[in-house]
Structure formats: structure tokens, C-alpha cells
């Protein structure tokens, strides 16, 4: 299983951003998706998680501003980011908890992708 992340990069404060994140490989299904991030010298961090039925939640530092999506059939989920502020600078990381089966054994795992800089001037 490999999530690739895409759509990272460097815009002023106020602009707006996707990143998108795509699962692939032996998947059955995928339970919660979510984006994290992590800014120099702090800890990675919860920015937003959606279930398989598309119920989002948000941290309070972002609600209003970013948006969480996905698409089932695509397996990816994105996040739209909007009025963004220099505190958004981090590398944002996708987590997909996926599920897969070998014979009749079934198996469920937390994937991470490997990260996607997004950096925002003021």
C-alpha cells in the first residue's frame, strides 16, 4: 500500500491551496482519512480527518478556512485550504487507515504518505 501526495507549495498569506492524497496498492477498503502536519521544531499535529461516509472534523486553528474531501472511488482524499495564514507552514502529511485481506486473514493498518511542504509568506 503506497499513499503519494500531490499539490504542495508556496503561496502568500491569504491564497489558497489542495493537496491531494492517493492511496494505492492491495486495498479492500479505507476507513478514516486525514491530514496532518508537522512545522519545524514542533510535533506533527491533527488538521483534519474524514470517515468512510465523509463526516469531517477539523481542528480549531483551521475550521472555516480548510476543507476535507474525498473520493471513495479514487481512494483519495484532499484538502482544500483556504485564507491561508504563515502559521499553515508545515509539511502536511496523509494517514489512511486501510484494510486489506490475504486468503481469509484480514489485515488493518495506519498508512502514511511521505509529505507535501506547504509554505505560506506574509
Known amino acids: 500500500v503506497q499513499l503519494v501526495e500531490s499539490g504542495g507549495g508556496l503561496v502568500q498569506a491569504g491564497g489558497s491551496l489542495r493537496v491531494s492524497c492517493a492511496a494505492s496498492g492491495r486495498i479492500s477498503s479505507i476507513d478514516a482519512m486525514g491530514w496532518y502536519r508537522q512545522a519545524p521544531g514542533k510535533q506533527r499535529e491533527l488538521v483534519a480527518v474524514?470517515?468512510?461516509?465523509?463526516?469531517?472534523n477539523y481542528a480549531d486553528s483551521v475550521k472555516g478556512r480548510f476543507t476535507i474531501s474525498r473520493d471513495n472511488a479514487k481512494n483519495t482524499v484532499y484538502l482544500q485550504m483556504n485564507s491561508l495564514k504563515p502559521e499553515d507552514t508545515a509539511v502536511y502529511y496523509c494517514n489512511a487507515r486501510i484494510t486489506y485481506y490475504s486468503g481469509s486473514r484480514r489485515y488493518e493498518n495506519d498508512y502514511w504518505g511521505q509529505g507535501t511542504q506547504v509554505t505560506v509568506s506574509s
Open positions: 474524514i470517515s468512510s461516509s465523509r463526516w469531517p
